[in-house]
């Protein structure tokens, strides 16, 4: 018995010794000759992570005056509105506890809370209430040239965000590592809405429905143009019976891409968006047998700057589509000009809005002052 023991230990200390020497090298290797304290090389000391390194936080706050000379056709005289209004109120929380996991959410209002594992240099995947992959950014979305009030959006979530789980993936790289083309495939919470009457898409995602989505983006020259393609289909009604398909692109060319006096202080973004829709509750037959119609919204934004210091004008227009079939005053176009000058972490902007409704004109135009502090 005694011997068995001491086998039984000698085997386990050997496992143990294996096991150690797997895991952690030894810090220097013994040789047939005798060495020095000068031939020992110091044991090099893995790099640690304080807390600065693993959490990010950012953030963005904003107050607005608005002023608004408010009436309609019928009323001349009107009604003068002024307001002090906040539309952003974010921070943003990022843990990277290490290189391959990623959580990211806004802490206040809980607008989006996801968490992303990199399964490889290429591809990474991510869960939780995910930023909807639909256009070049998942927030300000400017379709119909307005973000809606207050900042709602017009014909999709002016901050899109919805639970699902989303892969997000490089499809190809060339031009020295400067043009990247990628891909981004998910699965989110659905459309939901009654039959009958004009499908909002800004009311958020229903449980028991499925949405799938996809968008290609290229980049070229290190974001100085990016284009994107963006689809997303998702059945909804109350027996997700009926359909929609809502599809888009959007272009972004920034400061310097045409290298010539005075354009190279231009930047350029476009995009547009269109939904198609199945009601056979709410579209007549002869207008289309299958109860499809559509919703649009689009938008053009040209910038100036770089021509005085921290300054930049820029001007909008954007036209928006409710209804294809009929035409109401939720269908518009507008124009706004901004000009915006930068101070380290805080911005000033004026501001200037033309509505136009396209049933009854209804004099709304409005004048915004606004102070913006990032960080």
């Known amino acids: 018995m005694q011997s068995q023991a001491i086998r039984l230990a000698a085997f386990l200390f050997f496992v143990a010794f294996l096991f150690t020497t797997m895991i952690t090298p030894p810090l220097f290797a013994q040789e047939d000759e005798e060495m020095g304290f000068d031939d020992v090389e110091e044991a090099t000391v893995p790099e640690t992570k304080g807390w600065e390194d693993i959490v990010h936080i950012s953030g963005m706050f904003d107050l607005n005056l608005e002023m608004t000379n408010l009436h309609d056709s019928d009323d001349s005289d009107g009604e003068k509105l002024d307001n002090f209004r906040n539309y952003h109120h974010f921070v943003f929380l990022s843990v990277t506890p290490n290189e391959k996991v990623r959580f990211q959410a806004d ?9 992303t594992y990199k399964l490889n240099s290429k591809a990474e995947v991510k869960a939780g209430k995910i930023w909807v992959p639909f256009g070049n950014s998942p927030y300000h979305h400017f379709y119909g040239g307005v973000q809606g009030d207050p900042f709602t959006g017009k014909l ?42 004009v499908l909002n898409l800004n009311e958020g995602g229903k449980d028991d429905v499925f949405a799938y989505g996809q968008r290609v983006m290229l980049n070229l020259g290190s974001n100085k ?151």
């Open 225 to 375: 143009a990016v284009a994107s393609a963006s689809g997303l289909y998702s059945p909804w009604g109350p027996d997700n019976d009926n359909r929609v398909f809502l599809w888009g692109g959007d272009l972004d060319l920034g400061y310097g891409v045409v290298d010539a006096p005075l354009l190279r202080d231009l930047a350029f973004r476009g995009a547009f968006a269109r939904a198609e829709v199945k009601d056979p509750e709410l579209v007549e037959e002869f207008q289309n047998e299958d109860g499809w119609y559509y919703k649009y919204g689009d938008f053009a934004e040209l910038s100036y700057g770089h021509w005085r210091p921290n300054l930049t004008l820029k001007f909008r227009y954007g036209s928006y589509i409710d209804f294809d079939d009929v035409i109401t005053n939720n269908d518009s176009h507008s124009f706004n000009i901004s000009a915006v000058r930068r101070m380290g972490n805080i911005s000033l902007w004026a501001q200037y809005f033309w509505l136009f409704e396209e049933v009854d004109e209804i004099d709304n135009d409005f004048m915004r002052l606004r102070m913006v502090f990032e960080f």
């Open 107 to 115: 802490i206040i209002d809980l607008f989006f809370y996801e968490m």
């Open 156 to 197: 999709v979530p002016n901050v899109w965000a919805e639970q699902g789980v989303g892969l997000s993936y490089e499809v190809a790289r060339g031009g020295g590592g400067s043009t990247v083309l990628t891909g981004d495939t998910y699965i989110i919470r659905g459309f939901e809405g009654p039959a009958g009457s």
